[in-house]
T-cell receptor, first 113, second 114 residues
Framework: GAVVSQHPSRVICKSGTSVKIECRSL??????MFWYRQFPKKSLMLMAT?????????EQGVEKDKFLINHASLTLSTLTVTSAHPEDSSFYIC?????????FGSGTRLTVV | GENVEQHPSTLSVQEGDSAVIKCTYS??????FPWYKQELGKRPQLIID?????GEKKDQRIAVTLNKTAKHFSLHITETQPEDSAVYFC?????????????FGAGTRLAVHP
C-alpha cells in the first residue's frame, strides 16, 4: 500500500534556530501533501496544503513566513519551522492523498528549548 | 465555515458494551468519510471509511453509517475490548480549491473498562 515517510521522528532545537521536516511518498506520486500540527490531547489541525511546483496554501492564522513549505518534486515536501520558539513545540505530521485515500507520515515531535 | 464536529469528547464503557461516536460536517460536497484511531505519539490509523454512495459499511466489530441529507456520520464499535481504548477521530475532505484537504473532528477519548 501507499507509504509516506517522515523524518526526523523527533528533534530538539534551541530557540531561534530553524528545523526542517521532510515528508516523502515512497511508492506513489503526490502532487498535493498536507501538513498538520497536533498539540497534546488535541486534534490534528491543518496548517497548509503543499502543492508540487507552486506555492503552498496556508490555513487562516498560520504564518507562512514562519512555516516555510517547499514541494519541489512529486514525492517530497518539506516544512521548515523558522526561528523556532518554545510555543512551536508540537507534533507535526504530514499526509498525502493517493488513490486509496489519505496516507500519513509517522510524525515529528519537535521540542524547542 | 469549514467544520467537522465530533461528539462526545470522552466516552467510557464497560468491556463488551457498544460505543457510538458521531460527527457532523458542513461541506455538502464531501464524499469520503474516514475514521481514525490514534495512540499516543503515533500517526492516525485508518480503521474504516465510507464513501457517499453507500449508507453503511461494516468490518467485523466496527461499522460506519452515513446520512448525507443530515450531513452526519457515526462510528459504531460493538463488543468493545480494552484494546479499543484510544482516541478516535472522524474526518471529512473539504475542497474549496479542489485539493480535498482533510479536516478532523476534535476527537473522542474512548476508555473501555474490563
Amino acid at each position: 500500500g501507499a507509504v509516506v515517510s517522515q523524518h526526523p521522528s523527533r528533534v530538539i532545537c534551541k530557540s531561534g534556530t530553524s528545523v526542517k521536516i521532510e515528508c516523502r511518498s515512497l511508492d506513489f506520486q503526490a502532487t498535493t501533501m498536507f501538513w498538520y500540527r497536533q498539540f497534546p490531547k488535541k486534534s490534528l489541525m491543518l496548517m497548509a496544503t503543499s502543492n508540487e511546483g507552486s506555492k503552498a496554501t496556508y490555513e487562516q492564522g498560520v504564518e507562512k513566513d514562519k512555516f516555510l513549505i517547499n514541494h519541489a518534486s512529486l514525492t517530497l515536501s518539506t516544512l521548515t519551522v523558522t526561528s523556532a520558539h518554545p510555543e512551536d513545540s508540537s507534533f507535526y505530521i504530514c499526509s498525502a492523498r493517493g488513490t486509496g485515500g489519505y496516507t500519513f507520515g509517522s510524525g515529528t515531535r519537535l521540542t524547542v528549548v | 465555515g469549514e467544520n467537522v464536529e465530533q461528539h462526545p469528547s470522552t466516552l467510557s464503557v464497560q468491556e463488551g458494551d457498544s460505543a457510538v461516536i458521531k460527527c457532523t460536517y458542513s461541506d455538502s460536497a464531501s464524499n469520503y468519510f474516514p475514521w481514525y484511531k490514534q495512540e499516543l505519539g503515533k500517526r492516525p490509523q485508518l480503521i474504516i471509511d465510507i464513501r457517499s454512495n453507500v449508507g453503511e459499511k461494516k468490518d467485523q466489530r466496527i461499522a460506519v453509517t452515513l446520512n448525507k441529507t443530515a450531513k452526519h456520520f457515526s462510528l459504531h464499535i460493538t463488543e468493545t475490548q480494552p484494546e479499543d481504548s484510544a482516541v478516535y477521530f472522524c474526518a471529512a475532505p473539504l475542497s474549496p480549491s479542489g485539493y480535498n484537504k482533510l479536516i478532523f473532528g476534535a476527537g473522542t477519548r474512548l476508555a473501555v473498562h474490563p
